[in-house]
């Protein structure tokens, strides 16, 4: 079965720095595209990050572009994002997520073109 489990969470001030882990099972991450998105309280979830099962593109929403960076380690299953210069508004839970594909390059910010979640991390900033 497939399963995606996320890492990394805490409670940090703002301009500080966390990086989450997602761990893959039961999935070949050579041909999976690779998303992290987050929902605060009262809000929608949003797209964050995707990366391409080559590694070599990714996508960020504008208001973490710049901060943030995800990357991905095919061998070893794991996806990671490096939040940096965190603020009060990146507090939520932040979910790690999957999409089979046949395209190298391929990446997705629309929540329903993920087949695969993970359960979230919270991730709290404080002012």
């Known amino acids: 079965q497939v399963q995606l489990v996320e890492l990394g969470g805490g409670l940090v001030q703002a301009a500080g720095s966390l990086t989450l882990s997602c761990a893959a099972s039961g999935l070949s991450l050579n041909w999976s595209v690779m998303a992290w998105f987050r929902q605060a309280p009262g809000k929608e979830r949003e797209f964050v990050a995707s990366i391409a099962p080559s590694g070599t593109l990714a996508t960020y929403h504008p208001s973490v572009e710049g901060r943030f960076t995800i990357s991905r380690d095919n061998a070893k299953n794991m996806v990671y994002l490096q939040m940096n210069t965190l603020k009060p508004d990146d507090t939520a839970v932040y979910y790690c997520?999957?999409?089979?594909?046949?395209?190298?390059?391929?990446?997705?910010?629309?929540?329903?073109?993920?087949?695969?979640w993970g359960l979230g991390t919270q991730v709290t900033v404080s002012p």
């Open positions: 997520a999957s999409k089979q594909t046949a395209s190298p390059d391929a990446t997705y910010s629309w929540a329903g073109s993920y087949e695969y």
